[in-house]
């Protein structure tokens, strides 16, 4: 499955941006899917994964009651709404795909798309 991430950019804090990833290539519904992000200097770290039905979700603690992912498989698509965020929310975000749901932060999914980099400004 290839992925594409988009919809990252430059907000100020406080303010909200939704990310996106299109897939292609195999059966979307048949894919768990994950959101990470690498900020200079740092290891890429779990930001957020959804199972395939969309029914079950799992947050990063730093991001827990700000970000929301959400899936629609008609729409190949898995979405990421960030809100509230915070300088220390910036970072290159990648979406990630794996036919594995693990509702923990489970890094070892199989495709990984590009980044998108998300600025968050004070």
């Known amino acids: 499955v290839q992925l594409q991430a988009s919809g990252g950019g430059l907000v100020q804090a406080g303010g909200s941006l939704t990310l996106s990833c299109a897939a292609s290539?195999?059966?979307?519904?048949?894919?768990?899917m994950g959101w990470f992000r690498q900020a200079p200097g740092k290891e890429r770290e779990f930001v957020a994964n959804i199972n395939w039905y969309g029914d079950s979700t799992y947050y990063a603690d730093s991001v827990k009651g700000r970000f929301t992912i959400s899936r629609d498989n008609a729409k190949n698509t898995v979405y990421l709404q960030m809100n509230n965020l915070k300088p220390e929310d910036t970072a290159v975000y990648y979406c990630?795909?794996?036919?594995?749901?693990?509702?923990?932060?489970?890094?070892?999914?199989?495709?990984w798309g590009q980044g998108t980099q998300v600025t968050v400004s004070s």
């Open positions: 290539g195999r059966t979307f519904s048949s894919y768990a």
């Open positions: 990630a795909a794996d036919p594995t749901y693990y509702r923990s932060s489970y890094r070892g999914y199989d495709y």
